[in-house]
């Protein structure tokens, strides 16, 4: 995990949420290899699937749906 994002989400009292998926975390997918910003942060609300955006990493992707009221 990347440093800078794991001292961000002990500052925020934050927890990736970890799972068996290729990219390791809920709510995040690669959906753009070979892209600056390949990593779709996403989470359910009122049984929609609701896109948070793209990131650059996997831990940054995590961090945004921790964030979200969906992903706590």
Do not use: D
């Amino acid at each position: 995990m990347s440093e800078q994002v794991r001292q961000q989400a002990q500052a925020e009292k934050l927890v990736l949420l970890l799972a068996e998926n290729k990219t390791g975390y809920f709510g995040v997918s690669l959906n753009k290899p070979g892209q600056p910003k390949p990593y779709q942060a996403r989470v359910t609300c009122a049984g929609k699937q609701v896109g948070l955006g793209f990131f650059a990493t996997a831990e940054e992707a995590a961090l945004c749906v921790a964030r979200s009221p969906e992903g706590q």
